[in-house]
């Protein structure tokens, strides 16, 4: 499986702005949940990786690309409506 690796242009990795998310109690714990399975320090670690594969998603479906789930000899395309 091809590996794709993006990085962060030199002058965006050392600025900062800081953004402040109103979240519901629902919402903030699957924030929580989701950091403990990804093993993130922080849910702005989170949001930033999320970030980068939505952005990662989005550029592929403009592509033309298809999201495909494969387990063993099982292969279904999904379709994410946003």
């Known amino acids: 499986m091809h590996?794709?690796?993006q990085t962060v242009p030199r002058q965006f990795a050392t600025e900062r702005q800081r953004l402040q998310l109103d979240f519901t109690p629902e919402a903030f714990a699957?924030?929580?949940e989701i950091r403990v399975q990804a093993k993130a320090r922080s849910n702005a670690e989170v949001v930033r990786s999320s970030l980068r594969?939505?952005?990662w998603f989005?550029?592929?479906t403009?592509?033309?690309y298809t999201l495909?789930?494969?387990k063993d000899d099982l292969v279904k395309e999904?379709?994410?409506?946003l």
């Open 3 to 5: 590996k794709e690796v």
């Open 30 to 32: 699957r924030l929580e």
């Open 53 to 55: 594969l939505f952005e």
């Open 58 to 60: 989005l550029q592929r």
């Open 62 to 64: 403009k592509e033309g």
């Open 68 to 70: 495909q789930l494969a």
């Open 78 to 81: 999904v379709e994410i409506v």
